[in-house]
């Protein structure tokens, strides 16, 4: 996974329980794991450049069902970012927010 370009990023975090949100997260590797997991991140391409982040190691029956997404069961907490044409991890646009809360999930 490469993650660089900016020291921090514009996420919106979907916890399994409680409300979503928007975080500035450190864009390096281990701090984007903890954001939703201690295990594996998944990385889970949507459309217009987005990609959902979510913890793949975790079964339904440790974390429950939270939603749906592009045919992909998140289990537990998740959060989206933008993807640059260079394939870095960048903030949302306010364009992203309006995509994300306009997907059926």
Do not use: W
């Amino acid at each position: 996974m490469r993650i660089v370009l900016q020291s921090s990023v514009r996420v919106f975090y979907m916890p399994a329980e409680g409300m979503p949100e928007f975080r500035e997260i450190v864009s390096d590797p281990r701090t984007l794991t903890q954001v939703v997991s201690d295990g594996h991140l998944e990385a889970v391409p949507l459309d217009n450049h987005l990609v959902m982040f979510c913890d793949r190691d975790e079964p339904e029956v440790t974390l429950g069902y939270s939603f749906t997404i592009a045919g992909h069961y998140v289990h537990g907490d998740a959060f989206f970012v933008r993807q640059s044409d260079e394939k870095d991890y960048v903030s949302l646009t306010d364009d992203d927010v309006e995509a994300i809360l306009s997907l059926n999930i």
